[in-house]
């Protein structure tokens, strides 16, 4: 066993596999455990405001640090106190105490992801940065489904399972990050070979610093969106005769459609900087949204799953790759990358409870579609000026 070590970045991929897998069982069981205690849309909103607010909160704090501090330190940290946090799930008997358990899980997943995704930039050299986020994404998006699809099961055995399950992936998440060595920085420079396609990469990005910013506005509707899938729709569906195992293999399939765009991006560098398939990425998820409203009904479900999922993986990848690309700041743009997660999902879940209270739970809907048709807006008038300009 002292022999076997994993090479590269493989540790980083394993171990963001097996903590998706923990986050998403946690997630996806959460408004499943309030809908047993008895939690209404207002109160579900909170529950998924509070875990994703703290998460935004922390990951902005982490911001301005996140390019000093050791991040190994932090990784393995927050898993394991993520860890307790899991089990302490099942000892709640309140739906608000949910709120404080949420809470802290958001706080701990600030401590993971940013260091981690800085650590990794850190590793890679430009010319290899597209794969070795690719190969991230994967890892995290392939262990998403998993706990998803598995939460529903477990949950129908014990509501305290998906929790125990969740904490014991957390612990060897943190035996894994405990034992990466250390850093090794890549160099960027003095590598010959690498020369013309760096320089392919600068002249693609020179003077466009401006698609780093709308794919962080982006960024922000497009989780507005997920606040309302992870947070109301369930609820929506179980009182329409689901069960939670049912719901989660909706949920399984959207991720599913975000992994497999994650593999079609990784084949070709031609969606960067480039207008059109963010666009496409947006009519795609406005159209999910109208899908949801107009039905519930199993085929429904699974197409808005689907388009959802498509448009939420180019979104994703855009915003966390033009962070990346602007290495001399790599840290603080993951850490606003994710605080873009928290901060929009934080919105679509309380502004969801608030709208499905007051009228009812496919209002939500068309409200997402309308925040995700703004931020299209957006990019229109910048990809408008741009061809002015040329």
């Not at 991040?71 to 309140?94: E, I, T, W």
């Not at 981690?116 to 430009?126: C, E, G, L, N, Q």
């Not at 990346?324 to 502004?351: P, Q, Y």
Request: proline share 4%; aromatic share 14%; net charge positive.
């Amino acid at each position: 066993m002292r022999n076997l070590h994993l090479s590269g970045n493989s540790p980083f991929f394993l171990a963001s596999f097996l903590k998706s897998f923990a986050e998403l069982t946690f997630v996806t069981g959460l408004p499943f455990y309030a809908i047993h205690l008895g939690a209404g849309p207002m109160e579900l909103g909170i529950v998924g405001a509070a875990g994703m607010g703290v998460y935004t909160l922390s990951c902005l704090a982490i911001s301005r640090w996140v390019d000093r501090l050791p991040p190994k330190m932090l990784a393995v940290a927050s898993l394991v106190l993520a860890s307790f946090n899991a089990v302490s799930v099942f000892m709640v008997d309140s739906v608000y105490s949910l709120v404080l358990v949420a809470g802290i899980n958001g706080f701990l997943s600030g401590g993971y992801w940013p260091p981690v995704m800085t650590w990794i930039s850190r590793r890679s050299a430009d010319t290899d940065l597209t794969r070795q986020l690719c190969y991230f994404n994967l890892s995290w998006s392939i262990g998403g489904p998993i706990g998803t699809v598995v939460t529903g099961f477990l949950f129908e055995v014990s509501p305290a399972l998906p929790f125990f399950v969740a904490a014991s992936a957390l612990l060897c998440a943190s035996f894994v990050m405990a034992g990466v060595r250390g850093e090794r920085p890549t160099q960027h420079t003095g590598e010959e070979s690498h020369h013309e396609s760096h320089g392919s990469i600068q002249g693609r990005r020179s003077g466009k610093r401006y698609f780093l910013y709308l794919s962080w506005i982006s960024m922000l509707a497009t989780f507005f969106l997920m606040g309302n899938i992870r947070y109301q729709l369930p609820k929506r569906a179980i009182a329409g005769g689901m069960t939670e195992s049912e719901v989660a293999i909706f949920l399984f399939l959207m991720s599913v459609a975000q992994l497999i765009l994650f593999v079609v991006l990784l084949r070709s560098d031609r969606w960067q900087f480039r207008f059109r398939y963010i666009f496409l990425a947006h009519v795609v998820s406005i159209l999910s949204m109208f899908v949801l409203f107009w039905s519930i009904s199993p085929m429904a479900l699974l197409l808005s799953m689907l388009l959802y999922g498509a448009g939420n993986s180019v979104t994703y990848f855009s915003s966390l790759y033009y962070g990346m690309v602007f290495r001399t700041v790599r840290g603080r743009n993951t850490a606003i990358h994710e605080s873009t997660i928290g901060g929009g999902f934080l919105c679509g879940a309380f502004v969801g409870g608030l709208v499905a209270e007051r009228w009812g739970l496919s209002a939500p809907y068309p409200l997402c579609a309308g925040i995700t048709l703004v931020a299209t807006s957006l990019w229109a008038i910048a990809a408008r000026r741009e061809s002015r300009a040329v």
